[in-house]
Structure formats: C-alpha cells, structure tokens
C-alpha cells in the first residue's frame, strides 16, 4: 500500500486552514469606486444596464462616498455627465462644469481623507462622444487634443482632485498632463494613467450610463484585444512619461496582460473591472443562475491575483463591507 507523498489537500480541509494560507487578499483599501454625477439631477437615477449603479446627484454623490469611505473603500473616481455637450468638450475645463463641480463639493466635504479621482477624457462632453477633438476629416486629432487634457488636468485639480485619470489613449498625454499641472503649480497632482486600455464591446453599459454620442467606435486609439506586447510598450511610455501609477483596462479578458504589466511596472498597477464585466454577473445572479456574492468576490480576488494592486470596481463598497465582516 502506498500514500501520496504530497497530500495538497490537507491545506484546504477547513476553512480556518484556507484563510491561514491564502496567497494574496482583497484589502478594502485596495477598492476604488467608480462614481458618475449628473448635472442638473436631484434625485439618483439608475442606469438600466448597471443595476445597483446610479447616475448621482451632488447629495447623493456625497452620501454614497459617505459610505464608501466608512467601509474603508481606497478611493473614489468620479466622471461627469453633462446636460449639454459641444464639440470641443467644453464643459471639461470649465470650472462651474459638471465633473468640476461635483470635485470641488467632494474636496470641500471630506479634505483628505478620501482620496478623489477624476476621469481626464473628453468623451463625456463632446457631442459627437469621442475622447477627443476631430480634425476636419473626422479623425481624432492627437496633438490638438493634449492641449485641452493640459487644460482639464489643470481644472481637476483647482476644484481638488488629488489624482487626475486620462482614460483617453492619446500618445503623449502623461507627459503632456504632467507639464501642464507643473506649470500650474500643482506638482502634488498624482497621474493615474490608463496605459494599456482595450477596445472593447465590454464597454456597453457604461457608454449608456455616460449616455455617450458616439458613432463608430475607438479603435484607432484604443488598443486591440489581440495585441500583448503593445502593453508593455504603451506602459513602458507612461512611466517614462511620469505616470505615478498605471492601470489595465478591462480586466477580466485580460488579466494576462495585467499580469505582465504588474511584472514590468515599477509603481502600483491598477485594474478596472468595468461595466460589461459588472452587468454579466448582475445579469447571471438576476436569473438564478450564478451565485452573486461569490462570483463577485472571486472576480475581485482574480484580478487581484493576476497583479492588480488597485482594482476599481463598481461593487467596492459592497466588496469592502464583506471584508470587514
Ligand atoms: C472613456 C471611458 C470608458 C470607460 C470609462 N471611461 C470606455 C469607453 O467608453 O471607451 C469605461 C468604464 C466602464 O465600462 O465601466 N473615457
């Protein structure tokens, strides 16, 4: 009669033993809550394809950060949706604009103690709903957008962001960013870069929830699905371009990438779980057929696994509550 030499299984038999040897865990500090504020709002509306998700007033925007922050949430990331848009996104740089104004009352409300994230990108308010201004031919012009993102950086951070967000894959707008908050005086502004964001159909819901205008899509500056070691380069820019943290979007199709990512990177790695990956196990729990807590968490725990060490996901708060017990 012969035993196993190795019974891996004796580590598993209770649940005591699996929480002794976890190798990695969700911390609530690690969550940040992705937070949209509509403008001219008095009540919360939800958005239809993210249930659970609402389009914010400025009260319900404060009470919702209230309770983010008790769970012990990391940071909140707030975008803006505007009542009127325009071609060149104006409502962006404006200060009474809607993403500048919800800052300013967030920053006045709470100070320091939460940490306030703004998305840099100019999708919400253009109306023709691409992350930045067109040329004559209708193509997305690099150059003349990194002026305006300089503008907006600078904008976030006069109603008090403490870390600005471009979301929008224009080369050059780390670095371009970073020079214009300098300039301005804000040396302290930290940059979250989306640095190896996807073209993705996984987008969907939150495109209704910024109720955006696009025709077409974002291929020509965001990233295609099929390509790895584009990532590392477009990352590889990023840090060079100054960027004090980076992040991988999505997350669960490309948790590969994370992975890769969080190897080469030398400051923290943020994931976002966004909202198609949200409304696909809000969707399967409705019916009966996945059981919602748990695939959340693990969800959650796989993407901190593949190398995450911010993950902005729309269940943070939730998430953080269940951690505390
Ligand atoms: C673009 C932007 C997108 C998201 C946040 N900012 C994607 C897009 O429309 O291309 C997606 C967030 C989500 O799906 O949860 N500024």
């Known amino acids: 009669m012969s035993f196993p030499l190795h019974r891996p299984r004796r580590l598993r038999a209770t649940p005591a033993l699996r929480r002794l040897t976890a ?15 509509r403008e001219g709002l008095s009540e919360p509306q939800p958005i239809s394809a993210m249930p659970g998700v609402t389009h914010h007033s400025i009260d319900s925007l404060k009470a919702t950060v209230h309770e983010a922050a008790d769970a012990g949430v990391g940071a909140v990331m707030l975008f803006g949706v505007p009542t009127s848009q325009d071609a060149v996104g104006s409502g962006a740089t404006r200060p009474d604009g809607v993403l500048n104004r919800a800052l300013g009352e967030l920053s006045r409300e709470f100070g320091d103690d939460v940490v306030l994230m703004s998305d840099l990108c100019l999708d919400e308010f253009t109306d023709h709903g691409h992350c930045g201004v067109l040329d004559e031919h209708g193509a997305v012009d690099n150059d003349a957008t990194l002026q305006i993102y300089g503008r907006m950086g600078v904008a976030q951070a006069e109603a008090g962001a403490r870390v600005v967000s471009p979301s929008g894959m224009m080369d050059g707008q780390v670095a371009h960013i970073r020079g214009a908050l300098d300039a301005a005086g804000f040396t302290e502004t930290a940059i979250l870069a989306y640095s190896a964001k ?20 974002r291929r020509t500056y965001q ?6 070691r584009e990532a590392i380069h477009e990352t590889q820019l990023d840090l060079d371009e100054g960027a004090d943290m980076v992040m991988v979007k999505p997350a669960m199709s490309y948790l590969d990438i994370l992975r890769d990512v969080a190897e080469m990177s030398t400051v923290p790695v943020a994931a976002y779980q966004i909202s198609g990956e949200y409304a696909m196990i809000e969707a399967a729990a409705a019916n009966g057929w996945i059981d919602r807590e748990a695939a959340i968490d693990e969800s959650v725990l796989g993407i901190k696994r593949a190398g995450a060490d911010l993950i902005l996901t729309y269940w943070a708060t939730e998430v953080a509550r269940r951690l505390k017990g």
Not at 223 to 228: Q, T
């Open 23 to 37: 190798e990695v865990r969700v911390h609530p500090a690690d969550l940040v809550l992705p937070m949209f504020v």
């Open 198 to 217: 996807y073209a993705s159909a996984f987008y969907g819901p939150f495109r209704e929830a910024v109720q955006s205008a696009l025709q077409g899509d």
């Open 223 to 228: 990233m295609d699905a099929a390509n790895r």
